[in-house]
């Protein structure tokens, strides 16, 4: 949930530095998950957080949200609110990604808020990011929940 506009990143786990969030038209989030690397969908679109429809919903779309938050490796694609339902806007339906792009914007898909759906069949993913030797080391928001 959006909370506030400030907060603090850690970077590469040393630095902590202060930043101001700006969201864009497109921007996703993933809300309800046990961690940051799953849960239900969100995109940003008209000023507001909504959440897309599982109807052709799988792993090539979840691969797609998974690079956009900067997370690469294995991707599931989840529905049925698997992470709960959202509230407020679905605002996409009938996503169809091939797995090849940087977002979800680039991916086929029905009109910003043309849907048939209800938030029973919202959409989610599962994110498992490839670790190295000496594990993984992502930009993760602390402070203010954003």
């Known amino acids: 949930m959006l909370k506030s506009t400030i907060g603090w990143i ?3 786990c040393c630095v902590i530095v202060p930043f101001k969030l700006f969201f864009i038209p497109g921007s996703v989030r993933l809300q309800g998950g046990r ?21 052709q919903w799988d792993d090539s779309d979840a691969e797609v ?3 956009q938050l900067g997370l690469s490796g294995v991707a ?12 407020g806007r679905v ?3 009938e996503v169809r990604c091939t797995g090849n792009e940087l977002t979800l914007e680039q991916c086929p898909k029905s009109t910003w808020g043309e849907h048939n759906c209800l938030h029973a069949e919202d959409a989610g993913v599962s994110c498992n990011p490839l ?10 928001s602390v402070g203010d929940s954003v």
């Open 35 to 55: 961690s940051k690397l799953d849960g239900r969908v969100e995109v940003f679109h008209a000023g507001q957080w909504g959440s897309i429809c599982d109807d």
């Open 65 to 67: 949200v998974c690079r």
């Open 76 to 87: 599931r694609a989840r529905g049925q609110a698997h992470f709960g339902k959202g509230s």
């Open 131 to 140: 670790t190295g030797a000496f594990g993984s080391c992502l930009p993760w």
């Open 10 to 12: 850690a970077w590469h």
């Open 91 to 93: 605002w996409l339906d």
